[in-house]
């Protein structure tokens, strides 16, 4: 399968600084990234869709204000935090698709802790 | 809305035994099921996907599954798991084949293999 990498793989940082995630496809071209969110012993929650050179769709209740998402390329989408507070500790996982290859790749996630 | 529902949140099997894991999702439509593995460190790795035709899935590491329209059920099973097996199991529906969609995730079932 296709591979995808996330940097960093885990992140620590204060409380009301923004920290910026990157999600790479490493050998294919993804017309569509996503970014999901899973907390500890629970299940992945989409919480965005880009497509590269247009703005990401966000699921409801998702603040796309604090969560920036950029998909510039065909090879790197980023999540930005901003303002992150403790509530945003979580795990963040990032996929990459390709309507060819019918399914998405996921990349290995990054923990982030907010202090 | 799409949901997948899988009730069993751990699972103990001996090593040699034989093993299902079960999903039940909730889709309008006809659906795209998939059952991914999640092992620490590593991203979601795809186990198989169902999409149409043969009921009966075949799938990486000795899995398959059976969609079962009637009962809105897609469960995994293995008729001799490895000690390697211990992870994470998850049970996804989309609506497409996830190249370009995002998917829904069952919470996931945490598998444990007895010596």
């Not at chain 1, 998909?71 to 930005?80: E, G, V």
């Not at chain 2, 590593?42 to 599954?65: C, H, N, P």
Request: proline share 4%.
């Amino acid at each position: 399968g296709a591979v995808v990498s996330q940097h960093p793989s885990w992140v620590i940082c204060k409380s009301g600084t923004s920290v910026k995630i990157e999600c790479r496809s490493l050998d294919f071209q993804a017309t569509t990234m996503f970014w999901y969110r899973q907390f500890p012993k629970q299940s992945l929650m989409l919480m965005a869709t880009s497509n590269e050179g247009s703005k990401a769709t966000y699921e409801q209740g998702v603040e796309k204000d604090k969560f920036l998402i950029n998909h510039a390329s065909l090879t790197l989408s980023t999540l930005t935090v901003t303002s992150a507070h403790p509530e945003d500790s979580s795990f963040y996982i990032c996929s990459a698709g390709a309507i060819s290859y019918n399914e998405q790749f996921f990349g290995p996630g990054t923990r982030l802790t907010v202090l | 809305a799409q949901s997948v529902t899988q009730p069993d949140i751990h699972i103990t099997v001996s090593e040699g035994a034989s093993l299902e894991l079960r999903c039940n999702y909730s889709y309008g439509a006809t659906p795209y099921l998939f059952w991914y593995v999640q092992s620490p460190g590593q991203g979601l790795q795809l186990l198989l996907k169902y999409f149409s035709g043969d009921t009966l899935v075949q799938g990486i590491k000795g899995f398959e599954a059976e969609f079962k329209r009637s009962q809105s059920s897609f469960n995994l099973r293995k008729p001799s798991v490895h000690w390697s097996d211990a992870a994470e199991y998850f049970c996804a529906v989309g609506s497409s084949g996830g190249g370009a969609d995002g998917l829904t995730f069952g919470k996931g079932t945490h598998l444990i293999i007895q010596p």
